[in-house]
């Protein structure tokens, strides 16, 4: 079936330390899949980080990068120095651009917390 | 613009009542969706509407679950004789358009059924 799988939480980190939450999704029913980050600061509601609906092209925010690697079917997400403001909880997400994400599916979201 | 907005952020049920959340979404969004976020499942579509219609409810559970749009500035989700395991933090978002526009969710419902 299609599903994504994240690194399980909690990620505690140091800050200016670099930083990969993994993801890998399946697609086995999806023609055109679309890859995102999303993120839910504390507090906020979920908002989008970043997107790539092409496989090989890379979509950054923020300072955070992630790859849509067909092959591996991965999309891990990046950053080379996290601040203290990066903690959040942080979900990848696969969605179908040929059926317009009317089923969308999550991860089961990776807690990171940055320690100053 | 004030973001989607859902009503009650927390809402306590016995079990067999009836629980209603409300969404509005974004003002001249055409598209609302619902997810249901649970710890052991995660975030789970539940159903879609473009321009009020019903587009795809296939993640809505087949008895006691219903949504309506009845107009473009708010949908609801209505759960019938709730059971604990409908414990869970509903959330709506809302897009421009639908298809491959971003989607924007509003703070979630948090539903306990005791």
């Known amino acids: 079936g299609d599903s994504v799988t994240q690194t399980e939480g909690p990620v505690t980190v140091s800050e200016s330390e670099s930083l990969i939450i993994n993801c890998t999704y399946s697609a086995t029913s999806i023609a055109y899949p679309n890859l995102f980050w999303y993120v839910r600061y504390p507090g906020e509601g979920l908002q989008l980080l970043l997107k790539v609906i092409t496989a090989g092209q890379k979509g950054s925010s923020r300072g955070f990068e992630a790859t849509y690697n067909k092959e591996t079917t991965s999309f891990h997400l990046q950053k080379a120095s996290v601040q203290e403001s990066d903690s959040a909880v942080y979900y990848c997400a696969l969605g179908d651009l040929n059926t317009g994400y009317q089923n969308f599916y999550f991860g089961k979201g990776t807690s990171l917390t940055v320690i100053p | 613009n004030a973001g989607v907005i859902q009503t009650p952020r927390h809402k306590v049920t016995g079990k067999g009542q009836e629980a209603t959340l409300w969404c509005e979404p974004i003002?001249?969004?055409?598209?609302v969706f619902w997810y249901r976020q649970t710890i052991v499942q995660g975030l789970e579509f539940l159903t879609y509407?473009?321009?009020?219609?019903?587009?795809?409810d296939s993640g809505m559970p087949k008895e006691r679950f219903s949504a309506q749009m009845p107009n473009q500035s708010h949908s609801t989700l209505k759960i019938q004789s709730t059971q604990p395991q409908d414990s869970a933090v509903y959330l709506c978002?809302?897009?421009?358009?639908?298809?491959?526009?971003?989607?924007?969710f509003g703070p979630g419902t948090r539903l306990t059924v005791l």
């Open positions: 978002a809302s897009s421009l358009t639908g298809g491959a526009a971003e989607q924007f």
């Open positions: 003002s001249g969004h055409s598209a």
């Open positions: 509407f473009r321009n009020q219609a019903p587009i795809d």
